[in-house]
């Protein structure tokens, strides 16, 4: 999919007032990017295209009287240095650990994963696997310490110019150098095998039953449109594994009001601190004059004026839609066109006039406050993909379905429920020319129609949905191609190649112009890492300091 235009570029009509910044997107990571320059002393300005803050993580009431976390649903990856830095819950912001992590319903029984219950539950399965679970677990924190350790930091940038212009990120190279170095062979292995192996070759290796590969498989292809053997996917797996709540690792969680409590929370942090924030303004073009950027035109023909403008879209979006492609190097813009973007990814909202029952697991219990993955085998997942290649969606899909009204009432009427079903496999662009806006529903059925098979009634219990195609997270939340994380996770766009080797400071190859997003390091999810980072880097070219 392209990323959307806008139909005209009225003339510009200048507003008077000029601002230390404007902030082009209110998702989270712009948030958090303004809350940072703002407590630094800067004035800054956040221009948001909808009517609410947010971006992707926002809740909103899709069927009378039930809300939901509309796109991004659980909580985990929020960098807990953000959390503390905007004070986070002392505007609002309450998160609630699962109770249980993981429910893997399957044909046979069922797999429970979660604090005191994994090893057990996978030696109903397999004893050889229950043993080596914490070798696994143990091997696999080591890499993912060395890396949550590199969240919060630029990246090495790998830029043109004099040996004495780069001997900053040489040192940045050296110091990173030495950090890797302190691990043992063992870790520095698994961490090659993490960045190249697929999901599935690296699971094969450590577990010989399909359950506990399922459960951990799942992570590899969660936004990610591959299969779980596709060399990379493994990196994607790890990806998930950076995060925390409430201090503990690895732990998954869910904000008390959706997704949109953390924004809401953020917004508040902004205005706090003196940020000014406009929704319902899209910006039609970023003005590149002179070289720099330091005036962007809103759809409404109003022009506002900065010395910097920072972008949290997509890098698609942003120089495909936003920038005059003549101000760009020629490698650069052909870099940003190849740009890969994405994720397979199905999003629906259901409302829900009971509980579902699993036939694996009859009745209530703490198990539908989990995270329930319906996809039994690593052969599953790897299918869906391929029917998904050939058809557009595969019949038998890969579902997560979060329950959040478990452990959070104020989302549905007292008795009822609302479920959130985070669909794969589904091709961003139908093949033969097909259009999403005529399949929407005909995908939503199969969607009920597959946790229907595992959860009988589960249908008859559905009151109302919410359905969003690829193409809709496109032009309801700018995320390209359905990408919900600004750009896929392959190896040659992470890290000092995050979005292109060059660029991986924040900096644009436009003066005055900065990306925010996650289509900077340390890549998707509701993290905040981003914004922090780029905060940083901007601070420095004004001559301040984090505070």
């Known amino acids: 999919m392209t990323a959307l235009k806008a139909p005209h570029r009225p003339r510009p009509r200048p507003t008077p007032e000029t601002r230390d910044i404007v902030v082009v997107g209110g998702g989270h990571n712009g948030l958090v990017c303004a809350a940072y320059l703002a407590k630094a002393g800067l004035k800054v300005t956040v221009l948001e295209r ?4 947010g971006g992707a993580a926002v809740t909103e009431e ?17 960098n807990p240095k953000v959390i503390a830095d905007l004070d986070l819950h002392a505007h609002g912001l309450e998160i609630v650990e699962r109770r249980i992590g993981n429910f893997l319903p399957l044909e046979d029984g069922y797999l429970l994963a979660g604090e005191g219950l994994t090893r057990d539950q996978v030696s109903k399965f397999s004893s050889i696997d229950a043993e080596r679970l914490a070798e696994y677990e143990a091997r696999l924190e080591v890499v993912a310490d060395t890396l949550r350790a590199l969240v919060l930091e630029t990246p090495p940038n790998l830029s043109e110019g ?15 150098g030495g950090r ?5 062979m063992t870790a520095r292995r698994d961490l090659l095998d993490l960045f190249s192996k697929s999901a599935g070759d690296w699971l094969d290796g450590w577990f010989e039953s399909d359950p506990i590969k399922a459960l951990f498989g799942f992570d590899s292809i969660v936004g990610n449109f591959a299969s779980p053997y596709t060399p990379g996917s493994a990196y994607v797996l790890l990806h998930h594994l950076f995060g925390e709540v409430n201090g503990k690792k690895g732990t998954w969680g869910h904000a008390i009001g959706g997704m949109g409590a953390i924004t809401q929370a953020m917004a508040r942090c902004c205005e706090a601190r003196g940020v000014e924030i406009r929704t319902g303004c899209a910006v039609s073009e970023v003005l590149v ?9 809103l759809e409404s023909g109003e022009t ?19 920038i005059d492609p003549d101000a760009l190097p020629g490698d650069f813009k052909e870099r940003i066109r190849h740009y890969k973007c994405g994720s397979g990814t199905f999003r629906m909202n259901v409302a829900l006039d009971r509980l579902p029952s699993f036939t694996a697991l009859p009745g209530e219990g703490d198990h539908l406050t989990a995270g329930i993955i319906m996809a039994p085998s690593l052969g599953h997942m790897e299918q869906a993909y391929a029917d998904a290649r050939r058809h557009g969606w595969s019949k038998e899909p890969i579902i997560e379905m979060l329950i959040p009204s478990t452990i959070d009432p104020t989302l549905a009427p007292d008795g009822q429920h609302v479920a959130s079903l985070f669909c794969q496999h589904v091709a961003p662009e139908l093949p033969g020319g097909r259009d999403w806006d005529d399949h929407r529903d005909e995908v939503a059925q199969v969607m ?10 589960f249908r008859d ?5 919410q359905a969003l195609t690829p193409k809709d997270l496109e032009r309801t939340f700018g995320l390209v191609g359905g990408d919900i994380f600004h750009g896929a996770l392959s190896l040659d766009q992470l890290f000092s190649a995050r979005p292109v080797l060059g660029h991986a400071d924040h900096r644009s190859p436009i003066k005055g112009l900065y990306q925010c997003g996650s289509g900077t390091h340390p890549g998707g999810g509701v993290t905040g890492a981003p914004g922090h980072n780029a905060a940083r880097e901007i601070l420095k070219d004004f001559g301040k300091r984090m505070g």
């Open 180 to 184: 890797l170095g302190g691990m043992s």
């Open 461 to 465: 219990s559905v009151l109302g949905h």
């Open 62 to 78: 899709f069927h009378p009287g039930f809300r939901n976390s509309v796109a991004s649903y659980t909580v985990s990856l929020l």
């Open 304 to 322: 506002l004026s900065a010395r910097a403008v920072v972008s949290n879209l997509n890098p698609k979006l942003l120089f495909g839609s936003l």
């Open 448 to 457: 009920i129609d597959t946790v229907d098979r595992w959860a009988p009634g």
């Open 289 to 297: 004059e002179n070289g720099g950027a330091g005036r962007v035109v």
């Open 50 to 53: 909808r009517d609410v803050v």
């Open 162 to 176: 004099s040996w004495l212009g780069a001997l900053p990120e040489l040192l940045k190279a050296a110091n990173l």
